[in-house]
């Protein structure tokens, strides 16, 4: 081995190291919260002396749990529907087309984004207070939609940036009505981003905070209930939730990529 | 439709030339849905604060004489000291994260092959699981018997006090809560540097610390920009971590803005204070993205 190649290898080597300790540094607590939740004592001592799963037993039995999980996800579903509909023309407008004033139409599509979401709720509470629109479930979802609707926009453009439009034109060309095209060219085309602009409007709209705290209402997503537990005092319940959170994503991402890698591949045959 | 079909006949070669005119009705119209949505939800709630913020203090109503009367009591408050806090708290957790992200994102790129996916997605699960769950798995890992210390004692005997509840464990949690906003940007960043032009540099006689200067850093600066911005604009709206690891130590200024909104019940004085952070935050994100192209960013060159 050259002494380059073997100074290669080091760098490899190092670099390797440094990505998986951040790896490790980003699934600690969950980590930590999974150790918490499968203790028996009402208590979390480390190290445990009394390991047991009566905590996910009794979390998933209670009934307000149960409405908690059904509001969370009737806001989370709605939203994606309606998030990746919008978005889904807006990526069109954002990455397709060549239009005058695009540019400008980009900025302004990311400016939600580049927005603190703390503020962006009081902001929303400020408006349906002045339109005198009583606050519930609803008006989180309209709350969300904001600020997922542009970063579905941003999941879904990167996919358009590498559509050729030719695809479009050939079809038109072959006598094929609007339609058409669109059911049979653009929307196959691009399935793989529409299809990841579904899992992030779901899963950034089932986790968040910030914007359901101001616009629920009277009604309680799993967030806010955990935020609201966690600051009256301790029960294992947070941790069992907080596990059960995290593990539903990495299922829907994991096995969402695992689906669209199967497709390319059952499509390369 | 004999008339369009002889015109067609006549003007056919000019049909590619057709094309754009179509193109360029189709692209505002498909920007129609979201522009108007942005308005009624974006723009409109932006207006209501700029207009409670100029309400007379301690009312709720939007349809009274305007009045400068919050502002002038949030210069001649303590507020800025909150707002040093947060652009301190938001710098330190920026150049760390910088620090971190940029090995992290080189490797990705140009060194672990097919397994920068499985990477790249193991940072996005986090992404989706609630703030406050995620920083409440700090707390059992740094409380007192918790996760690290419970460990010390049993196995090393050793007693430490809890470090929660300080400012260095404020930035620790921003640091993890917004790194995949800066690893993402910094990602494609050091993707956009082509390696031809790394080997050219290299064939001619450049050092590493040259390449790493002269060539990587001036072709990724676009994406690392704009994981600089990114990652500063959501710390400074940061109040997670200092509420639930800084145990109310450290007061940021989205902190004064809720307490402004629910305990103090002063909307008007809240929204002069969120005006201000958005004029701040606005400011920032408007002189940087006004300098790029995003095409040549997310994918078309």
Redesign the interface.
Known sequence: MSPAERSQRW??AL??A??LS??V?????????L??SSTSSRY????ITRWGFDWWQKTFDSIQIHELFKTSISIALLVTVIAV???F??A????????????L????????????????G??????F??LGLPLSWKTAV?AH??WI??VV??VI??QV??FDPALE?AAFDLGATRWQVMKEVTLPVLFPGIFSGCLFAF??S?????LSLFTTGADTT??EY??AK?VAGYTPG??V??TV??IT??I???GG?GLIVLRRRARLK | MAEVSAQDAIAAPARPAK??VW??R??????????L??LI??A???A??I??SVMPPRT?S?WQAPTLDNYESVFNSTSYISFLWSLGLAAVTVLLLAL?CY??A???TR??GRWA?L?T??????????????????I??F?K???L???LK?WFGVELESWLFTEGIIVLGMV?VY?PFMLFPMTLGVSMVPTETRDAAFDLGATRWQVFKEVDLPLSMPGIIIGF??SF??A?????EAK?LGGQQVIPI?HD??IA?TYAQN?PL??AL?VL??LV?GAL?LLV??RF???II???R
């Open positions: 760098r490899a670099l390797w440094w990505a951040v790896v540094f980003m699934y600690l607590p969950a980590v930590c919260l150790l918490a979390f001592i480390f190290p509909t919008i978005a023309f807006g069109l407008a954002f990455a397709r087309y060549d239009w005058k004033g695009r540019s139409y980009q900025k302004i599509v990311l400016l939600p984004i580049f927005f603190p979401q703390s503020v962006l009081l902001a929303l509470l400020l408006w207070n002045a309209f939609l904001v609707v542009p926009t941003l453009s990167i940036y590498s034109e899963l950034l089932w986790g968040n905070f910030p799993v967030p955990l935020y966690m947070v941790p939730l907080g959170s995290t994503a990495a829907l991402l994991l990529y | 094309a754009p193109r360029l189709a692209g505002p119209a498909n920007a129609v849905p979201i522009i949505f942005l939800g974006f409109a709630p932006l209501a604060v207009g409670y709720f939007l971190i090995p992290v080189y490797g990705l060194v672990f996916t990477l997605l193991l940072f996005t699960i986090p992404l989706f699981v609630s703030e406050n769950v995620r920083l409440y798995g700090w059992l890992f409380i018997n918790g996760v210390l419970g460990t049993s993890y790194l911005l990114l604009v959501l400074v709206g940061a109040i997670a639930v989205t803005i809720e909104f909307w809240g929204s969120a952070l958005m935050v994100v993205l006004r192209d995003l095409d997310l994918g078309r």
